[in-house]
């Protein structure tokens, strides 16, 4: 039975999850805290903690938004707290050692809490969803095949993902207060493998050249989850390996159980509105969006090196040699009048013309339920973990 001041979060956090704005979360937070001390709260990052895509965007650069866990966390689920600061840095795009260059010198010392999520960008989750499953920028099966194997490399390797991630976090220890707990969040399988319907679904992007299609067969279903599952085994060594304070949430299993991922048993793909899903699929609608401003709004303008300008990058590239090919009008469109236009270089300006709806800009990452779930797992975590914590700080 779960304790009661858990029961109170959690029905506190339902009570909030309808906001629209951390402004209004945290309003509606209850009088009390579970955690007083935690008083400084960072979160760094990839696109899976910037929680791109879900719910109201909070920035452009790095593309946060209000419904990812690391914003639920501070806006609804750890309580109310008006001595609490959250450094919220995680931004789309960026691989482990760009967040240690970028990220980890601006946090603030003696934290209490600190969120990270890295390892996708560093293994090439861009160019495996392109070759794999959406071929943004036509590729052949042998492509997919390579950037798998590519990415299976990285991950077994103990000098690439195992220490990108030893020296990401042995970088953020010495900002740490005494007491302070450091989680690591992993990924979550994107596919259900439990019979063939989805051998025949192709989300390839590109109508006109049906000979080239990828399918969503079950043995590539199987092995994108299965590098997943290795992403997530390395992760978890490592945290084992850093010590006390430093925690990891898993929770693939838990995206399973809710039957969250994409082809789940029975299940007729495309279904991007299916509730329990826990991903974007493309032209997926969240609860209290308009669907005609998803899928007829183009025109932005996103950062290079992104899950959104990579996508970009590929279809600007596939246009330039195949003017003549014609996106899926059921998957959305290109604006072909503004195909190649680039920005000038520099900090913020290095970005690329989006040719797509806003609804294609996150596909493959979790909807607002699957962060919940996240921020859930962690705030379980730190009720049977945080013990003792508030005594610490106070003794400090």
């Known amino acids: 039975m779960l304790p009661r001041s ?31 001390w935690i008083q400084r709260f960072a979160s760094i990052g990839d696109s899976y903690a910037a929680g791109l895509g879900a719910g109201d965007r909070l920035d452009f650069y ?19 707290n008006k001595n609490r600061t959250h450094q919220f840095l995680s931004c789309s ?55 798998i194997q590519e990415a299976a490399q990285r991950v077994a390797s103990k000098d690439q993902l195992y220490k990108n991630i030893t020296t990401l976090i042995d970088a953020t220890k010495p900002k740490m207060s005494p007491h302070g707990i450091i989680y690591v969040t992993g990924y979550a399988g994107f596919f259900g493998v439990d019979d063939d ?30 590098l997943v599952r290795a992403v ?27 039957r969250g991922r994409y082809c789940e048993a029975g299940v007729t793909e495309p279904a991007p509105n299916r509730p329990a899903l826990a991903f974007y699929e493309w032209n997926t609608v969240d609860s209290g969006e308009d669907p005609k401003k998803l899928r007829n709004r183009t025109g932005e ?8 300008g990579d996508i970009a990058e590929r279809i600007n590239k596939t246009l330039k040699e195949h003017p003549e090919w014609e996106f899926d009008p059921e998957k959305g469109f290109v604006n072909k ?34 962060h919940g779930t996240i921020a859930r797992l962690l705030l379980e975590d730190l009720l049977r973990n945080g013990d003792g914590r508030e005594k610490e700080r106070l003794e400090l």
């Open 6 to 36: 858990l029961l109170l979060l959690l029905t506190a956090a339902l009570a909030t999850s309808s906001s629209n704005t951390p402004e209004q979360s945290t309003l509606e937070a209850p009088p009390f805290t579970e955690f007083p």
């Open 62 to 80: 790095c593309s946060r938004y209000a419904k990812s866990y690391p914003n639920i966390l501070h806006t609804s689920l750890l309580g109310y």
């Open 93 to 147: 795009g960026q691989t482990s050692t760009e967040i240690l260059e970028i990220q980890v010198p601006t946090l603030s010392d003696d934290l209490d809490l600190l969120t990270i999520s890295a390892g996708g960008n560093d293994i090439g989750l861009s160019p495996i969803l392109s070759n794999c499953v959406y071929q943004f920028y036509m590729a052949s099966e042998d492509d997919c095949k390579s950037s």
């Open 197 to 226: 319907t989805c051998d025949n679904v192709t989300w390839a992007v590109w109508s006109t050249v049906e000979s080239s299609k990828q399918y969503l067969k079950l043995e590539l279903r199987q092995a994108l989850n299965a």
């Open 232 to 258: 997530n085994t390395v992760l978890e060594e490592v945290v084992a390996d850093s010590g006390p304070g430093v925690r990891f949430i898993d929770y693939d299993a838990h995206i399973e159980a809710l």
């Open 301 to 308: 303008d996103v950062p290079k090196g992104t899950f959104e």
């Open 337 to 370: 009048t503004k195909a190649g236009e680039v920005n000038g270089e520099g900090a913020i300006e290095n970005t690329i013309h989006w040719l797509l709806p806003d609804s294609w800009k996150r596909v493959f990452h979790l909807r607002p339920e699957g």
